[in-house]
T-cell receptor
Framework: DTAVSQTPKYLVTQMGNDKSIKCEQN?????MYWYKQDSKKFLKIMFS???????INETVPNRFSPKSPDKAHLNLHINSLELGDSAVYFC????????????FGSGTQLSVL | DAKTTQPTSMDCAEGRAANLPCNHS???????VYWYRQIHSQGPQYIIH???NNETNEMASLIITEDRKSSTLILPHATLRDTAVYYC?????????????FGKGTKLTVNP
């Protein structure tokens, strides 16, 4: 059973399109994240949600809008895709405890043409 | 703005111990040291974490110096499947505002 699952695994689209990436965790965790890994392999946090509330927003363009319908899901919607959005996007979750550790999904490779 | 320094790359022979160093000289008293790894094309995987004392689990051991300014991750018997990028991270915040800042990591190559 996959703990943190993301769909789709690969996403190829044209500039200007709107797309969504879905994430679900079955671990009962309270906190979920989106990270972006660019072509240079730097892994940067984008957002975190705790019990459906936004906790961290790391100056991400407002074309990126996370949506958390419940604490098990954190979806990422991207409007007006740009070439620079091409990257691997990772979803993660954590219990939110003092000694929390992150569980990551397997990533979504987004290619904007 | 990672607060850690790691070598860019290391090599290790299969079956030998891999010792991965990390400097975190500006760590504050309530910050933990976390280690993650990322195998090619996969999501990062938690390995181990510690505050002051040395820690061991089924994957690795973590040795933290007494002044907490550096640590070493030890994979006691490296296998080819341990080839990955290893990230040493000092953790900010807590209780839902955890923010793990990933640096460049160390690319460990385990050779047959």
């Amino acid at each position: 059973d996959t703990a943190v699952s993301q769909t789709p695994k690969y996403l190829v689209t044209q500039m200007g399109n709107d797309k969504s990436i879905k994430c679900e965790q079955n671990l009962g965790h309270d906190t979920m994240y989106w990270y972006k890994q660019d072509s240079k392999k730097f892994l940067k946090i984008m957002f975190s949600y705790n019990n459906k509330e936004l906790i961290i927003n790391e100056t991400v363009p407002n074309r990126f809008s996370p949506k958390s319908p419940d604490k098990a899901h954190l979806n990422l919607h991207i409007n007006s895709l740009e070439l620079g959005d091409s990257a691997v996007y990772f979803c993660a979750s954590t219990p939110g405890d003092r000694d929390a550790k992150l569980f990551f999904g397997s990533g979504t490779q987004l290619s904007v043409l | 703005d990672a607060k850690t320094t790691q070598p860019t790359s290391m090599d290790c022979a299969e079956g030998r111990a891999a010792n991965l160093p990390c400097n975190h000289s500006t760590i504050s008293g309530n910050e933990y040291v976390y280690w993650y790894r990322q195998i090619h094309s996969q999501g990062p995987q938690y390995i181990i974490h510690g505050l002051k004392n040395n820690e061991t689990n089924e994957m690795a051991s973590l040795i933290i110096t007494e002044d907490r300014k550096s640590s070493t991750l030890i994979l006691p018997h490296a296998t080819l499947r341990d080839t990955a990028v290893y990230y040493c991270i000092v953790r900010h915040g807590g209780g839902g505002s955890e923010k793990l800042v990933f640096g460049k990591g160390t690319k460990l190559t385990v050779n047959p």
